[in-house]
């Protein structure tokens, strides 16, 4: 395994931010319904990934740990998000989040 130093910690942690930032402008910029999940789960990657780079930079395993609970999480809102897309999609045959803005009460 790679040693996690300082400046590999850095490097990683730029990464996430990344990475983060990039899903973050999919969530804010797309009308699509895929494109927003997408976003959302660019996001959750970011975020494992500093989860495991802080762990590993600490010697622990906690880190990896909690990313399989947030990966865990995340395979869940994503089943749940897709069904929700699949419903939106049979009722107004379309994926735009403007649809989906007409289906309340």
């Known amino acids: ?3 996690v130093n300082g400046e590999v910690l850095q490097l990683l942690l730029i990464l996430g931010a990344g990475l983060f930032a990039l899903g973050l ?3 804010l910029t797309r ?3 895929i494109g927003l999940l997408i976003g959302l789960e660019l996001m959750a990657n ?3 990934l500093n989860l495991v780079a802080f762990g590993r930079y600490h010697g622990g395993t906690d880190g990896q740990v909690f990313t399989l609970f947030t990966i865990a999480l995340t395979v869940a809102e994503v089943a749940v998000g897709l069904a929700l897309v699949i419903l939106l999609h049979r009722s ?3 994926t735009d ?3 989906a803005a007409d289906l309340h009460g």
Do not use: E, F, Q
């Open 1 to 3: 395994m790679i040693p």
């Open 25 to 27: 402008y999919g969530v």
């Open 31 to 33: 009308k699509n319904t």
């Open 46 to 48: 970011a975020v494992n």
């Open 92 to 94: 107004r045959r379309s």
């Open 97 to 99: 989040l403007d649809a």
